[in-house]
């Protein structure tokens, strides 16, 4: 049921730029775009979320195409602490809450 | 000061047993959920409860079956344990149901093992 299409691994080096990207074509108007994590064995943590606009916070960088058909998040200066499975999930009102979790990005910070 | 917490953290119970899993959100949230993860790390919603009222069921058996006391706590009570029940379940909490801005807190997780 996922709506995004992530790569299913990826990996970057410490200290690196981590660009993680999504692909969301039919995202409709008021579905947002939520980035979560799960390190191993952990609860998902949310990351960030959007919607047009791009978005910044302490822990990463949102880029929202200007046609909302894609996402990239960037983790700036990745750690080993950030190797972890990444998914990008596309969110409205109408879908009662709930989050909808696709295969997700396995990402492989490596020293 | 853990925000969703969960008891126990691992469960091991025999087939046929009836078994319950425990959700706390000190948030103040309106909403909470039960997600199940299977061996193969797929995440999927079961339950969703605002203000104690079910909202979401997402076809899951009915063997499952989520109490919500109050607001703050949203229970998982599994009857006949069968080994496909194996899997970790999480539970999850936010503030705003329907709006498509929100953030959803995850717990730890409860490993649930059946032999």
């Known amino acids: 049921d996922a709506k995004t299409t992530q790569p299913p691994s990826m990996d970057c080096a410490e200290g690196r730029a981590a660009n993680l990207p999504c692909n969301h074509s039919t995202i409709s108007g008021n579905e947002y775009v939520y980035w979560y994590r799960q390190i191993h064995s952990q609860g998902p943590q949310y990351i960030i979320h959007g919607l047009k606009n791009n978005e910044t916070n302490e822990m990463a960088s949102l880029i929202i195409t200007e046609d909302r058909k894609s996402s990239t998040l960037i983790l700036p200066h990745a750690t080993l602490r950030d190797t972890a499975v990444y998914y990008c999930?596309?969110?409205?009102?109408?879908?009662?809450?709930?989050?909808?979790f696709g295969q997700g990005t396995t990402l492989q910070v490596k020293p | 000061d853990t925000a969703v917490s969960q008891t126990p953290k691992y469960l091991v119970t025999q087939m046929g047993n009836d078994k319950s899993i425990k959700c706390e959100q000190n948030l103040g949230h309106d909403t909470m959920y039960w997600y199940k993860q299977d061996s193969k790390k797929f995440l999927k919603i079961m339950f969703s409860y605002n203000n104690k009222e079910l909202i979401i069921n997402e076809t899951v058996p009915n063997r499952f079956s989520p109490k919500s006391p109050d607001k703050a706590h949203l229970n998982l009570h599994i009857n006949s344990l069968e080994l496909g029940d194996s899997a970790v379940y999480f539970c999850a909490s936010s503030q705003d149901l329907a709006g498509g801005s929100d953030t959803q807190y995850f717990g730890p997780g409860t490993r649930l093992t059946v032999l």
């Open positions: 999930i596309v969110k409205g009102s109408g879908n009662t809450g709930k989050l909808i």
